[in-house]
C-alpha cells in the first residue's frame, strides 16, 4: 500500500487516478508508471487533498471537485511535458502512414511523398509549427555541421519523419522518445524509409535518467549531429534536477548538438519570448562555438562540441 504524506492510500485509488488521468485519448499513450509519479508528486505537495481522497468512498470519488481538479492539473502537466503530440482534428498518423508506404511501393520515389510527409509532421505540434521552415533550418544547421552520416535525436517526438527535408542520402539515425507508441510509430516509419537511405532506430528512453545513469547514452554510436527540439522545457515538466539540460548537452556523444527552444509560449495569446542565455553561458564556459538562427516561434543554438572528449 502506498503512503504519502503519511498517509496511507490505497493501491486501489491510485490504480483509478492513473486510468481517469489516462482516459483523454491523447493522453492515452502515456506510460502508467510517468502518471503515477507525476499524481504521487502533486498528492506529496498536497496533504489535505491526500487525506481527503484517502477517506472518501472509492466508489463515488470521482465526482468530488477535488479529485477532478487533481486530474486537470496532472492532464495539463503531462500535455506540456509531452508537447500536445497529437493535434485534434488532423488526420490519425496511422492512416497517413499506410497512405505513405502505398505511394512508396508504388512510385519508389522519396520526393512525390512530401506531401505525405507533411501530413504526418502536422500530427504533432512541434513538427506542424515548423513545417513551412524545415528546409530552411536544415540548410542552415548543414552550414555549420556539414550535412551529417550519422544523427541522434532525443526527445525527438515526429521530427525525424522531417526526413525528406534534410536533403541527405544516407543517413543513420537514432531516434529515441519517452513515449512508446511514437517509438513504435518511427520504426514502421523507419522500416518504410531504408530504400532512401534513411537507416533508422528508435528507443524508449527516459531522459531524466541521466542523471543517475551515466551509461545513458552508450546506447548511441558516436555521432556528427544530436537534435535537441524544443526538449528542455517538456523534460523540466515531470521534474527534475536544474541541471539537466546542461547534462544532456554535455553528455550526448555528438559533435554538434542543436538545440530549439518555443520563443512563445503554448496556448498563450500574448508572445512572451523567452531569454536562452544559459545556453550561451554554457558554451562559453566549455569553450564551444555556437551558432544562432531563428525562424518564426522558434530560436536554434548550433553548438559545436568538437574536440571535446566524452
Ligand atoms: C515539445 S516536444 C518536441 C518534440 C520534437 N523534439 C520536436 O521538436 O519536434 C517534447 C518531446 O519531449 C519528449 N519528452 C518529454 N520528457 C521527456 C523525457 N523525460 N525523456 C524523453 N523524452 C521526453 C516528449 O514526449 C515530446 O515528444
Given at each position: 500500500m502506498p503512503i504519502i504524506q503519511g498517509i496511507a492510500f490505497t493501491e486501489e485509488l491510485l490504480i483509478k487516478l492513473i486510468d481517469d488521468v489516462r482516459e483523454k485519448k491523447e493522453l492515452g499513450p502515456v506510460e502508467r508508471n510517468i502518471v503515477r509519479e507525476l499524481l504521487v508528486k502533486e498528492l506529496q505537495s498536497n496533504k489535505k487533498l491526500v487525506i481527503f481522497l484517502a477517506e472518501h468512498e472509492l466508489r463515488t470519488v470521482d465526482r468530488a471537485s477535488k479529485y477532478k481538479e487533481l486530474l486537470k492539473n496532472v492532464r495539463a502537466k503531462l500535455r506540456k511535458a509531452y508537447g500536445m503530440f497529437q493535434i485534434e482534428g488532423e488526420r490519425d498518423k496511422w492512416e497517413a502512414l499506410e497512405d505513405l508506404k502505398k505511394a512508396i511501393a508504388k512510385k519508389h520515389n522519396v520526393e512525390v511523398t512530401e506531401g505525405l510527409h507533411r501530413e504526418l509532421l502536422k500530427t504533432h505540434l512541434s513538427s506542424k509549427e515548423r513545417l513551412g521552415y524545415y528546409d530552411d533550418i536544415y540548410k542552415q544547421i548543414w552550414q555549420v555541421t556539414g550535412k551529417p552520416r550519422i544523427v541522434i535525436d532525443v526527445g525527438c517526438g515526429l521530427n525525424p519523419i522531417s526526413f525528406p527535408f534534410?536533403?541527405?542520402?544516407?543517413v543513420d539515425y537514432y531516434a529515441s522518445e519517452l513515449n512508446t507508441q511514437d517509438v513504435n510509430f518511427l520504426n514502421t516509419y523507419f522500416n518504410i524509409m531504408e530504400e532512401f537511405g534513411l537507416y533508422g532506430k528508435a528507443v524508449q528512453q527516459d531522459l531524466r535518467d541521466i542523471i543517475t545513469n551515466?551509461?545513458?547514452?552508450?546506447?548511441?554510436?558516436?555521432?556528427d549531429v544530436c537534435f535537441m527540439f524544443k526538449l528542455f522545457d517538456s523534460v523540466k515538466v515531470l521534474g527534475k534536477p536544474k541541471t539537466i539540460d546542461e547534462k544532456l548537452i554535455e553528455k550526448v556523444p555528438a559533435k554538434y548538438v542543436v538545440c530549439s527552444f518555443s520563443t512563445q509560449t503554448i496556448g498563450a495569446r500574448s508572445m512572451r519570448v523567452v531569454k536562452r542565455d544559459w545556453v550561451e553561458k554554457l558554451c562559453m564556459r566549455h569553450g564551444w562555438a555556437f551558432k544562432k538562427f531563428e525562424i518564426e516561434n522558434e530560436v536554434f543554438y548550433v553548438i559545436d562540441k568538437h574536440g571535446v572528449v566524452i
Open positions: 534534410m536533403r541527405l542520402n544516407k551515466p551509461y545513458l547514452f552508450t546506447v548511441f554510436p558516436r555521432a
